[in-house]
C-alpha cells in the first residue's frame, strides 16, 4: 500500500480542532439550550467542566462524555490511540473510573483506504484494553475529513466526583504531563522535527491520565481537569472563574516537552495558540510572545490540572509518586484580584 499520510487530509490537528473558546461561548449562549431541572444532573452543560455526571442512586454516578478530533499524526494505530487516551481522559478528570466505550468514526472512503480505518480501530481497541474497558461498539460515517474519537461511560461514588469550578483559596497547583505537544506535532507535520523529539510528544499524548481516578479519592484535591486544545492558560481560567479565584503561576516551573524553545524559534505554532488567546485573553498579566506561544499552546490528549488543598502537598507528591509520577507546583491559587491569571 502506497504510504499515506493522514494528516494531509484534514484542516485541523487533534485538539487544535476545538472551536476556539469565545466563540463556543457564543453558540452554547444563542442556542437557548434549556433543560428540565433536574436534580439527579450533577453536572450538566452549563459547567464547563470535562464531562456530565447524573445520579444513579446510592451515593453513586455515571459519567459520560465524548470527544473526537481530525488526524495529529499520520500513522492510523496511533491515531486510533491518541484519539481514544483523550477521550477517555474526561472520565479520569473527574475523578472516575471508565466502565466502557463506543467509537465515532468518519472516514474518507473514496480517498483512504478503507483497511486505515481498521487500522485506527484496532489502535482505539489497544488503548481500550489498556483502560479495563471494551470498545463496545460504534457509529461510522462517509465524511470529507477523516476524524475518530469516542464516547465514554464511567462510574464514581458522589463523595470522590471532581470539578473545575470547585478550588478553594491557597490550592497548589500541579500538571502531570508536561505541554507543548502542538507546537511538535506542528512541527512533524512541517517536516522539520527530530524524531526523538516528536517521540516524546507521541508517547505523551499515550499515556492515560489513569492517576485521576486515584486523585478522586483524595480529599484534598479540590478540583481537577485535563488540559486539551484550549491551552494551558484556557483550562487554567475555567477554573478560576468557576471557583471564583485567581492564579499566580511560575513559567519556569511548569513543565514543559525537552527542547521546546528550537521549535518556537522555528515559528511551529499552530494557530489554535492566537485563537486561544484572543479568546481568554483579558485578565491574564506577565505573558509575553514567548510564554504565550507555549501556555496557550492547544494540547491533544495533554496532563491533568490538579488543585490541592493548602498543606497537603507533601502527600500529594508522595502519592503521586507511588503511581510513577514526578511532580512539582507551579502556581497557587490566591483570592480574585485585577488579574485573573499573573504569570512571573
Given amino acids: ?191 522539520i522535527v527530530k524524531p526523538e523529539d516528536f517521540d516524546q510528544a507521541l508517547q505523551t499524548m499515550l499515556t492515560l491520565n489513569k492517576p485521576g481516578e486515584t486523585f478522586g479519592k483524595l480529599s484534598y484535591v479540590k478540583a481537577m481537569t485535563d488540559v486539551t486544545g484550549f491551552g494551558l492558560l484556557g483550562h487554567l481560567g475555567e477554573m478560576v472563574d468557576g471557583s471564583n479565584l485567581s492564579a499566580e503561576i511560575e513559567f519556569s516551573k511548569v513543565p514543559k516537552l525537552t527542547n521546546i524553545d528550537f521549535y518556537i524559534s522555528q515559528g511551529s505554532m499552530p494557530g489554535g495558540t492566537k485563537r486561544n488567546w484572543e479568546s481568554y485573553g483579558n485578565g491574564i498579566e506577565g505573558v509575553d510572545d514567548y510564554k504565550r506561544s507555549i501556555l496557550c499552546d492547544p494540547q491533544t490528549s495533554g496532563g491533568l490540572l490538579v488543585a490541592v488543598e493548602q498543606g497537603n502537598e507533601n502527600e500529594f507528591i508522595s502519592v503521586a509518586e507511588s503511581i510513577g509520577l514526578q511532580l512539582e507546583c507551579f502556581g497557587k491559587l490566591v483570592k480574585r484580584g485585577d488579574a485573573r491569571i499573573l504569570v512571573r
Fill in 1 to 191: 500500500m502506497t504510504e499515506i499520510k493522514l494528516t494531509q487530509f484534514s484542516h485541523g490537528a487533534g485538539c487544535g480542532c476545538k472551536i476556539a473558546p469565545a466563540v463556543l461561548d457564543s453558540i452554547l449562549q444563542s442556542s437557548k439550550i434549556n433543560i428540565e431541572n433536574d436534580p439527579r444532573l450533577l453536572v450538566g452543560h452549563d459547567k464547563k467542566d470535562d464531562a456530565a455526571v447524573f445520579d444513579i442512586g446510592n451515593g453513586r454516578a455515571i459519567i459520560s462524555t465524548t470527544d473526537f478530533f481530525m488526524p495529529i499524526v499520520d500513522d492510523a494505530f496511533d491515531f486510533g490511540r491518541i484519539a481514544s487516551v483523550n477521550a477517555i481522559s474526561d472520565v479520569y478528570a473527574m475523578g472516575g473510573t471508565p466502565m466502557m466505550a463506543v467509537a465515532i468514526l468518519g472516514w474518507p472512503i473514496n480517498k483512504i483506504p478503507a483497511e486505515l480505518a481498521g487500522k485506527v480501530l484496532e489502535g482505539a481497541r489497544r488503548i481500550c484494553a489498556d483502560a479495563g474497558i471494551p470498545l463496545a461498539g460504534g457509529h461510522s460515517i462517509d465524511n470529507e475529513e477523516p476524524l475518530f474519537g469516542l464516547a465514554v461511560t464511567g462510574e464514581i461514588l458522589i463523595s470522590n466526583l471532581k470539578q473545575n469550578s470547585t478550588a478553594t483559596e491557597g490550592c497548589s497547583l500541579f500538571l502531570t504531563k508536561p505541554i507543548g505537544v502542538g507546537i511538535f506535532t506542528t512541527a512533524q507535520k512541517r517536516g
